[in-house]
C-alpha cells in the first residue's frame, strides 16, 4: 500500500541551529515527493518538490529536501533554524503523475523554533 | 502568486443543517479543484476531485449525497455539507491544479454542535 511517514509529530529546535523534518514513503514505481507548510489560520504552501534529476532539491524560504532511493527517505532540512519557521509541515508523495490529486499527505510535523 | 480564496474560514452549525464552503480561484482559471479533509492529529485526506462543468469524483467512503460539490465556473467551486452532524467537525481545504503548482485555499474550521 501507498503511504507516507513522518515519524515525529513535532521537532523542536533552538534558532540558528539546523533543522531536519523527517519523511519516508512507500509507494510502487517513481515517486513524486513533495514538502508543505502550513502555517496557523492559512492554506498550505508548497515549499519544494523532487520529481527527477539531482537528489538535493532547494526550495522556499531556504528549505532544502535530499531524495535518498535507498533509504526511500525525503528528508526535509535547513542549515539554520528561524522563529518564523515554526510551523506545520507535510511531507506528501504522488504514486503516479505530478497531479495533486494522487498525492497522499502524512501526519504532518509540527516544528517549534525557540528564541 | 496564484491565490485560492476560501470562505468562509470558521463555521460552526447545528446538527441537521447544512453547511456550504466556497472556493475561488482569483487569478487562474481552475479547471480541477482538489478537496480535502484534516481531522485533528491526521493527514490530508482527499475527499473529491471537481472539474469544472461535470460532475465530482468522490474518493472511496466519501458520500457524495452529503458532502455536494459544484464546479460551475472555472473560478468557483463549492462543497456543501449536508445534514452535518458532529462527526463532520473537521478541517475543509480546497486546491486548485495550476500547470506551475499547486495552490491551497487557507481552509474551513467547520464543528457541528
Known amino acids: 500500500a501507498q503511504s507516507v511517514a513522518q515519524p515525529e509529530d513535532q521537532v523542536n529546535v533552538a534558532e540558528g541551529n539546523p533543522l531536519t523534518v523527517k519523511c519516508t514513503y512507500s509507494v510502487s514505481g517513481n515517486p513524486y515527493l513533495f514538502w508543505y507548510v502550513q502555517y496557523p489560520n492559512r492554506g498550505l504552501q508548497f515549499l519544494l518538490k523532487?520529481?527527477?534529476?539531482?537528489?538535493l532539491v532547494k526550495g522556499s524560504y531556504g528549505f532544502e529536501a535530499e531524495f535518498n532511493k535507498s533509504q526511500t527517505s525525503f528528508h526535509l532540512k535547513k542549515p539554520s533554524a528561524l522563529v518564523s519557521d515554526s510551523a506545520l509541515y507535510f511531507c506528501?508523495?504522488?504514486?503516479?503523475?505530478?497531479?495533486?490529486?494522487?498525492?497522499?499527505f502524512g501526519k504532518g510535523t509540527k516544528l517549534s523554533v525557540k528564541p | 502568486g496564484a491565490v485560492v480564496s476560501q470562505h468562509p474560514s470558521r463555521v460552526i452549525c447545528k446538527s441537521g443543517t447544512s453547511v456550504k464552503i466556497e472556493c475561488r480561484s482569483l487569478?487562474?482559471?481552475?479547471?480541477?479543484m482538489f478537496w480535502y479533509r484534516q481531522f485533528p492529529k491526521q493527514s490530508l485526506m482527499l475527499m473529491a476531485t471537481s472539474n469544472e462543468g461535470s460532475k465530482a469524483t468522490y474518493e472511496q467512503g466519501v458520500e457524495k449525497d452529503k458532502f455536494l460539490i459544484n464546479h460551475a465556473s472555472l473560478t468557483l467551486s463549492t462543497l456543501t455539507v449536508t445534514s452535518a452532524h458532529p462527526e463532520d467537525s473537521s478541517f475543509y481545504i480546497c486546491?486548485?491544479?495550476?500547470?506551475?503548482?499547486?495552490?491551497f485555499g487557507s481552509g474551513t474550521r467547520l464543528t457541528v454542535v
Open positions: 506528501a508523495v504522488s504514486y503516479y503523475g505530478g497531479s495533486q490529486g494522487n498525492l497522499i
Open positions: 487569478d487562474f482559471q481552475a479547471t480541477t
Open positions: 523532487y520529481i527527477t534529476g539531482d537528489n
Open positions: 486546491s486548485g491544479d495550476r500547470d506551475d503548482g499547486y495552490t
